[in-house]
């Protein structure tokens, strides 16, 4: 019984992406002319960058979506975090600690700068997040930086802030329109204060996801 299991699996996974390659053949070549709509409605968006656009007006709720999952993924990780775990860092080469010092204030200053230009060039929350996450983990491995196995009250705002930000203004605006349907007077600012939040959320989460699961019981 065991040894027929992976081969059901397998025919089960087989046989959906079967089920979902004829779903897409059977597709007319232009079901929904997205690029068209999204230039026509572009101006109204608050932003410059279609790709931005989409992801923080149009399609807000994926983004919400993304950003809780994210955070569920944390959780499912500090669970399973030994829980006498000190996260106490091991001193790294001098040479890599003072590199690691000299790179994440400029690795900062790129976050920053990625999440402004994501207005009106490629860039945004998610990128300038990975990189203040990428900082996180040189600190860690440089030995600047102890790991996340038990998150204060301050990191745990920082974690959910994007999420609770990005809550808050779809429940504020609501009483203008639909749920995430910006006012277009205000788009272009709400959508920087999400960024702004995402960004924050978005670096420590993934920081976190490396940190944390150093500690992860076997």
Known sequence: MK???PVVIVA???????????????????AVRLPGAVAANLAASGVAHPI????????????????????????????????????????AHP????????????MVLVAGY???????????????GAVLAAA????????????WAAPNLLLRVGLALG?????????????????????PALAGGLILVIEASLTLSIGLILAALYLASTEVRP
């Open 163 to 183: 999420l609770l930000v990005f809550v808050a203004v779809a429940a504020a605006v609501l009483g203008h329109a639909t749920l995430l349907t910006y006012p």
């Open 12 to 30: 089960l996974a087989a046989l959906l992406g079967a089920a979902l390659a004829a779903a897409m053949l059977d597709l007319p070549p232009h």
């Open 114 to 128: 990625l999440l402004w230009i994501g207005a009106s060039a490629p860039g945004g929350a998610f990128q300038a």
């Open 95 to 106: 040479l890599l600690q003072t590199l690691a010092r000299l790179l994440a204030p400029l």
């Open 136 to 147: 996180g983990v040189l600190l860690r491995l440089a030995g600047l930086l102890p790991t």
């Open 52 to 91: 931005t656009a989409v992801l923080l007006n149009f399609r807000g709720y994926d983004t919400l979506l993304e950003i809780a999952v994210l955070l569920l993924a944390l959780f499912g990780v500090l669970a399973l975090v030994k829980p006498h775990a000190a996260g106490a860092a091991h001193p």
């Open 3 to 5: 040894r027929a299991l």
